[in-house]
């Protein structure tokens, strides 16, 4: 059977398990039913990548709409809401700062000043690469930045060659790096943005931008340190010291320091919810208005952010409108019986299967699938769960295809499947340990379990 064959097939198997799974004679009313097998759909759809990701969310938003909402007897804009959520908003600001910051090369400045700062010890050298890369992840696509700072290293390593033993360390650290820092802030990837907004859905008003950044910043830290020596572990540095590029010089206009003001005004605010009152979402439209307006970003800029992401968030906060309003979260936690398991028990089951799923697929759709289930049980587990999970899947790094910066690293040439399997395994067990131990105290001490 060829490929396309292969994807027509999961296709219609995928969308026959709505009606079946709504026919079937089971113990639950009919949109219990269809919400089981939206929820079915969904799983086969963006573990099987038959259709691209974020078609699957439409087809989540069709199926809803067109047979949930009747048979709920309730409208379908409950399911069109998420679309452009709070979240959505706080998404779209964070793509188009990260487009300006690109478009007029701040973040390359700010890149070459680490680098000025790092000394010349090749060490050092790496270390301020790996933390300038998960800086820069904060607040940009991963992706994008890994690409900007794989090129600065080609410069950086010529000296002693690309194919060296301590050169494969920049390109394991960078990707792993970008990771991690994408867990910090809520517009560094989607899973964290799916997480802020269950948790908020659950608990209003609990989880803010500062509140996610207190959570996930000092365990990154932990992370982002140990990544660092267990790279220089395997790939110890030469003695030779390392020649620094120069000091990237931006063209100093008003269009860039209007990008710089606005980036700092956007997370001040962001960073102050709790004394003027506004939401995140709404603190993200200020970048969108000013740079749409004042031609900082163009017509073409604007097609340029990851629409597909933020469709993809969109479609995983309608499957958990929808599991939640069909009643297939009651029905789970009526028909499993969760209170002969301990909470740890628990939390490391969930950590278990995000780690899993997100080794072979996309940590956002592995976010859309299980952080809806964290809510099942909020007297066991509560937000801690959410957050657990959420930041185990995107530290979770193990293959290429786990996440986009491996795939780029992966592609350069320079490193092994099977050492970044090695290193990445480590660093995702690591990771989940931290999480479980360290993770689960600073949880305690801020309040949330």
Known sequence: MNTSSRKTLILV????????AA?????????TRLGAGLFLLAALLWMTEAVPLYVTSFLILFCETAFLAPALNTSHAIFLAPFFSDIIALFLGGLLLAEAGHKYHIDEWFASLILKLAGTRPAYILFAMMLTTAILSMWMSNTATTAMMLLIVGALVAPFGHDS???????????????????????????????????????PGSMTFFTWMLVSCPVVIVLLVLLWRMLLFFY???????????????????????????????????????LHGLSSGTVALIPAIVFLS????????????????????????ALSVGMDKSGLNDFLVQSIPFEQFSPMVILISFVMIGAFLTTFMSNTATANLIIPLTFILPGLAGPSLTISVALVISSTMILPVSTPPNAIAYSSGLISMKEMAKVGFLISLVAA??????????LHFLGFI
């Open 294 to 317: 004042f031609g900082i970003l163009d017509k073409q800029d604007f097609r340029n952010i990851s629409w597909d992401v933020l469709f993809l968030v969109g479609g995983g906060l």
């Open 165 to 203: 033993c301590f050169a494969r360390a920049f390109f394991l650290g960078i990707p792993f790096s970008a990771n991690l820092g994408g867990m910090i802030t809520p517009v560094g990837t989607p899973p964290n943005a799916i997480a802020m907004q269950a948790i908020n859905s659950h608990y």
């Open 433 to 442: 340990l931290v999480l479980l131990s360290l993770g689960q105290w600073w």
């Open 23 to 31: 026919s079937l004679p089971l113990p639950a009313p009919l949109p």
């Open 236 to 274: 110890p540095p030469p003695r030779t010291q390392i020649e620094k590029p120069p000091l990237f010089h931006i063209e100093v206009r008003a269009s860039t320091l209007t990008v710089i003001a606005v980036f700092h005004l956007t997370v001040f605010l962001w960073l102050t919810n709790s």
């Open 13 to 20: 198997t995928a969308i026959a398990i709505v009606p079946l």
